[in-house]
């Protein structure tokens, strides 16, 4: 189907905003035009009982962590929940509006600031994640948080760090992660020649996020002399899918990721994972956080009725 309204409205806004390629000499002033469009003011934002700001050992330093509480008593299922952005631009502030309104729903949910590229290429983000996650398993029961109900998520550039601490949490054997939620993930390869799909071909410019930007991200985090196959750069790459969590894979028609993120969740049920894949038709990347819609307040209940 065509693009829904509401997406065509926000991309007739965008573009007429300056549109730059993103370079390492503009990195800063993308970043904070990033902030700019997904930071509302405080009183904008969904109402959440308690927040805490905190940082918790990393393995470059102290790692910040947000710390969202609903009302109401404990032990809460628990989201690990890490932003998107490339891998290169984000923060908790950028993410504050999603883990806000999964928090609302009755879970307990913790925001990781990990480390961006190309300042800190892979493994960085991964090891700061992973270093959260371990953190909150450790604990769980201090935060109020239920142990048998740990689960990891992340949208676009942070669905793929979900699905990547998932399966090194397998591999390490722990800790026990009871679902991931991977909102329009990025799975594979976005190495020149290795983009295949026919959603990067079909979308790949006037919806927002484009194949170029894309290719750029990935440049930065994944720069020449890392092996881009490795399965914790492309879980898609992982040859064993076998042991891993329920998983709830949301996509957007209009969107490069599409395939990749739908791809990845056959591979998963073929591998013997409980999976549900919704694709929202006429929506963008992103539709869950830039601007108001049917289909973001129905991936909302999804994620909501999933995690509980």
């Not at 469009?37 to 940082?55: K, L």
């Amino acid at each position: 189907m065509g693009l829904h309204p509401s997406a065509k409205q926000y991309l007739d806004a965008i573009a007429l905003r300056p549109q730059n390629s993103l370079t390492l000499e503009n990195l800063n002033a993308d970043r904070e035009l990033f902030v700019a469009s997904m930071v509302p003011p405080i009183h904008e934002r969904p109402v959440i009982h308690e927040i805490e700001d905190r940082t918790v050992p990393g393995p470059a330093g102290e790692l910040p962590i947000r710390i969202y509480s609903p009302a109401g008593h404990g032990p809460f299922p628990v989201l690990i929940f890490f932003h998107g952005g490339g891998w290169v631009r984000g923060s908790i502030e950028t993410t504050d509006v999603v883990c806000r309104r999964i928090a609302q729903m009755g879970h307990k949910v913790v925001s990781v600031e990990y480390r961006l590229a190309p300042e800190n290429p892979f493994p960085a983000a991964v090891e700061d994640c992973y270093a959260a996650t371990l953190w909150v398993a450790d604990h769980v029961r201090e935060i109020s948080g239920d142990p048998y109900r740990i689960a990891v998520g992340g949208e676009s550039a942070g669905g793929n760090l979900a699905a990547v601490v998932s399966i090194i949490a397998r591999d390490c054997g722990g800790p026990t992660l009871s679902k991931q939620v991977l909102i329009y993930p990025v799975t594979d390869c976005w190495g020149i020649g290795q983009t295949s799909y026919n959603s990067i071909h079909e979308n790949a410019s006037g919806y927002g996020l484009t194949k170029d930007r894309m290719h750029t991200y990935w440049k930065f985090y994944v720069p020449d002399g890392i092996d881009q196959f490795h399965p914790y750069v492309a879980p898609m790459r992982e040859e064993n899918l076998r042991g891993l969590p329920e998983t709830l894979i949301l996509t957007a028609e209009h969107d490069v990721l599409r395939d990749e993120g739908e791809a990845y969740g056959a591979r998963l049920q073929a591998a013997g994972v409980p999976v549900t894949i919704k694709r929202f038709e006429g929506m963008i990347h992103g539709f869950l956080s830039l601007y108001e819609s049917p289909a973001m307040h129905d991936a909302y209940r999804l994620i909501g009725e999933f995690l509980h």
